[in-house]
């Protein structure tokens, strides 16, 4: 079998932001896409989408990153866009412990509607928030380290959409991780004999859209050294 991927293409990647209400996936994404923040963002009705290249190890990709509501009353909005993921953030907020503890629901979610295999699928764990004060922190590094390891979920990575700490990294952390899938995939699939075509065109969307229109009332906004592990070892950016 062969990669028959032609050189230079841009590869479309549908990453899936999930976690909590208020844990700043939407934060995450602007500050990635076009580097603002924004201290009263709105609750996210449903979801949107916003786009941006990215080169990574010498590969070009456009990254159509997916912010979801993570308020439950939203469910039913999120769910159908799940399918066709590439790769899921699941974030929560280091300030915020149920947050984290959510985090095992939104996997699970995840994996129902995206119909995807656990054991071929990138996620990638995002501490948010890493800005705040050490005595507001409510979830230590060890404890992530554990839940990774017992739910095999290879990177974690704590962030701050706020003074744009690793926000960029954790998007290029999402990609080496599916590069390395895709990589396992293909040797599986040439040990199967199968070829696999990458030289379809992709119709790109342009710009931002709004799947469901942003509103709602304005929530509250909510140093350590942030942290951050792939496959057990350091990435470098
Ligand atoms: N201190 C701090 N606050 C943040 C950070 N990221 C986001 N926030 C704040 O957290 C609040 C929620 O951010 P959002 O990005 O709207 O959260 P969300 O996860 O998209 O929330 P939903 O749309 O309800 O799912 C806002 O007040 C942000 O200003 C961060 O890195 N540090």
């Known amino acids: 079998m062969t990669n028959m991927r032609p050189p230079n293409k841009t590869i479309l990647l549908k990453v899936v932001i999930l976690g909590d209400g208020g844990v700043g996936k939407s934060c995450l994404m602007n500050r990635f896409v076009s580097n603002r923040f924004d201290e009263n963002s709105f609750h996210t009705i449903g979801v949107e989408f916003m786009n941006r290249d990215i080169e990574v190890d010498g590969e070009k990709y456009t ?13 039913a909005l999120r769910t159908p866009f799940y399918r066709g993921s590439d790769i899921c953030l699941l974030s929560y907020a ?13 996997r699970e979610e995840f994996l129902k509607y995206a119909d995807v295999k656990v054991e071929h699928f990138p996620f990638i764990v995002v501490g948010n928030k890493c800005d705040v004060e050490s005595q507001q922190r409510k979830v230590s590094l060890e404890e992530v380290s554990s839940w990774c390891q017992e739910l095999h979920v290879s990177s974690f990575i704590e962030t701050s959409a706020k003074n744009a700490t690793n926000v960029h990294e954790a998007f290029v952390l999402a990609v080496r991780q599916w590069q390395r899938l895709e990589k396992s995939t293909e040797r599986e699939m040439h040990a199967h004999g199968e070829t696999i075509d990458l030289t379809k065109s992709v119709k790109l969307p342009s710009q931002k859209i709004s799947c469901c229109a942003a509103a709602g009332s304005a929530q509250n906004s909510r140093s350590n050294s942030p942290a951050m592990f792939s496959n057990n070892r350091h990435e470098n950016f």
Request: aromatic letters at 16%; proline letters at 0%; hydrophobic letters at 40%.
């Open 63 to 75: 990254l159509q990153i997916w912010d979801t509501a993570g308020q439950e009353r939203f469910r």
């Open 94 to 106: 280091v300030d915020d412990r149920d947050s984290f503890k959510g985090l095992i629901q939104w």
